[in-house]
């Protein structure tokens, strides 16, 4: 049971150059989310997927597309990079059961954009 | 507009002392709060919160909820060189939607 996986684990950029960054999930959970987390600002919330099928845009969404190929994978892609874009990103995965609301994180993907 | 808020931004300890962080939001169709705790890479779950006046514990820490006044503390007592890290608190909605603070950063000194 590996949780909640990403890769790549690390990435350098040149502007304008696209990339897809891949995250899946073996707990069987129905919403996925992509993060941006940098300095001073917290996690900040880029699209959400409420259950397979579905995606919405968060906080953060422009530079940004996402794919919820299945219930397990849900990619995140940066059609042209722009530097603003460097940061590190975490998938995160939840169910909403009755005794337990959390979210699950993957380790983490450090962009950066040159 | 949705948010949380967390103060303060960043502590500095002795260890062996005792902190509180604090936790304040406006979030429409509130469901749940929760206290993640991270180190260098991704955020690990502490608690999860969702009634009024209930304390959750687990060894030195422990948290509770107030929904009237719309604040959480998180507390640790004796502080050791490994609660460094950022903690990190968040909303949820019915909407399953999370909305974050922006973490407060504590170093516990030796």
């Known amino acids: 049971n590996a949780g909640v996986t990403q890769t790549p684990k690390f990435q350098v950029l040149k502007t304008g150059q696209s990339m897809t960054l891949q995250c899946a999930q073996d707990m069987n959970h129905n919403s996925m989310y992509w993060y941006r987390q940098d300095p001073g600002m917290g996690l900040r919330l880029i699209y959400y997927s409420a259950s397979e099928g579905t995606t919405d845009k968060g906080e953060v969404p422009n530079g940004y597309n996402v794919s919820r190929l299945n219930k397990r994978e849900f990619s995140l892609r940066l059609e042209s990079a722009a530097p603003s874009q460097t940061s590190v990103y975490f998938c995160a995965s939840s169910e909403r059961l009755q005794l337990t609301d959390t979210q699950y994180f993957g380790p983490g993907t450090r962009l950066t954009v040159l | 507009e949705d948010k949380v808020v967390q103060s303060p931004l960043s502590l500095v300890v002795h260890e062996g002392d005792t902190v509180t962080l604090n936790c304040s939001y406006e979030?429409?169709?509130?469901?749940?709060l929760l206290w993640y705790k991270q180190e260098k890479k991704a955020p690990t779950f502490l608690f999860m919160l969702?009634?009024?006046?209930i304390e959750k514990k687990s060894g030195r820490l422990s948290s509770i909820l107030d929904k009237k006044e719309l604040f959480s503390i998180l507390n640790i007592t004796a502080t050791q060189t490994g609660d460094s890290a950022i903690y990190l608190c968040?909303?949820?909605?019915?909407?399953?939607?999370?909305?974050f603070g922006t973490g407060t950063s504590l170093t516990v000194i030796p």
């Open positions: 979030v429409t169709n509130f469901r749940s």
């Open positions: 969702t009634s009024s006046g």
């Open positions: 968040a909303v949820k909605n019915t909407g399953n939607q999370f909305y």
